[in-house]
Structure formats: C-alpha cells, structure tokens
C-alpha cells in the first residue's frame, strides 16, 4: 500500500514567520508531488508541483524535494493569517498500464496567529 | 473562479431518492475525477476517466454510477444512498492521466451532499 504521512498538526505560526511543513512518501517511484491548500469548507486549491530534486519557489512558497529520503517539504514565508488552512501534499503513483493515481496525505492544520 | 464547475453545491436527499452530481471543465483536459471527501480527512478516490473511459473505479458502491457523456462533462448519479454517505463530493480534472509530469488536478468548488 502506497503513503503519504504529514503530521496533521496544527502547526502554530506567528504572523511574518516562516511556516514548514513537511511530507514523507513510501513509493520510491514516484516523480510528481504536490501541494494543495484547503480552507475549512472549501475545495483544495494547487499551490505548487514539484518532480525534480532541490528547490522550487514560487512568490512566498517554496517546494523542497529530496527523492532519495523520500521526503517533500512546502515552506510559506512571511506568514499571513490568510494561509491559516490544511495544506494537503499529494504524490503521484504509476499504478502499470499508463495509468497513474494521485495519493494524498492527512494534510497539516496551518494557524498563523496574529 | 474555479475553472471546474460542479452543480449543486448542496444536496440534501432521502435514502429512496435518485439524484445526479454534474460536473463540467472547459480547459480541454482528457481526464475527469471524482473524489469524496469526508471531515477533516483526505479526499478519497472514487473513478477516473480517461478519453471518456472510465479507467479507474476504487471498488465503489454500484449505489453511485458515475458517467462521461463527452470530454467536458461528468456526472454521478446517486441511489439508494446511506447516511454515511454524506459527504463533500469532488470533481477534478488534469490534462492526461498518462502523464506522471506537470498534470496537477484542478478541483471544483465540491458538492455538499446529505443523505438523511
């Protein structure tokens, strides 16, 4: 069975400080990770993908990615209180047959305090 | 705005009802999703449909039938529903479901559904 673990916090941050959240995965075969971000409510929204070793930045996100520890990271700087929500991370997982599957983690509760 | 567009967005429904979840994208994208999503857990795959075939049914309940009338559209029709069935339903595209590189899913704004 493929996982994805975060730990499902919440991950209290205050407001201007850099957030870091964090995901480990089990398929050393996959090539494509992601990061959606959901308010309470809400549908996930994409925040970055990422499918190749090292840094990635995007505005105030940057996605971190190291395959051979299996491990994906999302760091928000200058938290705002409207990154408050649950930050999913999501894998990609060739199932054969040119069929893929994306899995998801628990997701990690994000609070920025004012 | 959310480029997936998904009716209604909330249903409330008896055990004996029959009724349909509608799904449209129009950014072109080959494969549709459907996703189920209970409280403070991840969303939880359904079906996926590839070209308009569905390529991936997650061993659900044949009290929810999915169906892709064309590449833009999707719909799930519910019978016989169970209470722990509600839920926020989930449509989703991508570009390719062949593609392990850049197909992120796009979502839509979900379905809050209520099986009373």
């Known amino acids: 069975q493929k996982e994805v673990e975060q730990n499902s916090g919440p991950l209290s941050v205050p407001e201007g400080a850099i957030a870091s959240l964090n995901c480990t995965y089990s398929d050393r075969g996959s090539q494509s990770f992601f990061w959606y971000r959901q308010y309470s409510g809400k549908s996930p929204e994409l925040i970055m993908f990422?499918?190749?070793?090292g840094d990635k930045e995007d505005g105030r996100f940057t996605a971190q990615l190291n395959k051979a520890s299996q491990y994906v990271s999302l760091l928000i700087r200058d938290s705002q209180p409207s990154d408050s929500a649950t930050y999913l991370c999501?894998?990609?997982?060739?199932?054969?047959?040119?069929?893929?599957?994306?899995?998801f983690g628990t997701g990690t509760l994000l609070a920025v305090q004012p | 705005d959310t480029e997936v567009t998904q009716t209604p967005k909330h249903l409330v429904m008896g055990m004996t009802n029959k009724k349909s979840l509608k799904c449209e994208q129009h950014m072109g994208h080959r494969a549709m999703y459907w996703y189920k999503q209970k409280a403070k857990k991840p969303p939880e795959l359904m079906f996926v449909?590839?070209?308009?075939?569905?390529?991936i049914n997650e061993s659900v309940p044949s009290r929810f039938s999915p169906e892709c009338p064309n590449s833009s559209l999707l719909n799930l029709h519910l019978h016989a529903l169970q209470p722990e069935d509600s839920a926020l339903y989930l449509c989703?595209?991508?570009?390719?479901?062949?593609?392990?590189?850049?197909?992120?899913?796009?979502f839509g704004n979900g379905t809050r559904l209520t099986v009373t």
């Open positions: 989703a595209s991508s570009q390719d479901i062949r593609e392990s590189g850049n197909s992120p899913l796009h």
């Open positions: 999501a894998v990609n997982t060739y199932l054969g047959g040119a069929t893929n599957k994306l899995i």
């Open positions: 990422i499918y190749s070793n």
């Open positions: 449909y590839s070209y308009e075939k569905l390529s």
